[in-house]
C-alpha cells in the first residue's frame, strides 16, 4: 500500500500511464497501444467504415479487458480477444 501511495503521490500527474503495465493486461493493452500506427490508410478505413473514432480506441486501451482464456498467444500472428 505504501509504494502505491508513494507512486500516486510522486509520479502519477508526470505523464506516466496507470493502467497497470505491471501486470499481463496492462502489459498487452500496452503493446497495442504503442505498436499501433494510427497513420495507417487501412486502419483509417477500416475505422470509417465501421463508424469507431481515436476517442473509442483510446477509451478501449484505458478501460478494456483482455481475455486470455480465448487468445491465441503462441505461434504468429498472436490473436488476443
Known amino acids: 500500500m505504501g509504494c502505491m501511495a508513494v507512486y500516486m503521490l510522486f509520479?502519477?500527474?508526470q505523464d506516466r500511464e496507470f493502467y497497470g503495465s505491471w501486470l499481463p493486461?496492462?502489459?498487452?493493452?500496452?503493446?497495442?497501444h504503442t505498436t499501433l500506427d494510427r497513420s495507417d490508410t487501412t486502419l483509417n478505413c477500416l475505422m470509417e467504415c465501421q463508424g469507431v473514432f481515436d476517442s473509442d480506441l483510446d477509451?478501449?486501451?484505458?478501460?478494456?479487458e483482455v481475455d486470455f482464456s480465448s487468445s491465441v498467444t503462441q505461434g504468429s500472428p498472436k490473436n488476443i480477444v
Open 11 to 13: 509520479y502519477k500527474g
Open 25 to 32: 493486461e496492462g502489459r498487452v493493452l500496452k503493446k497495442i
Open 59 to 64: 477509451l478501449l486501451f484505458k478501460d478494456g
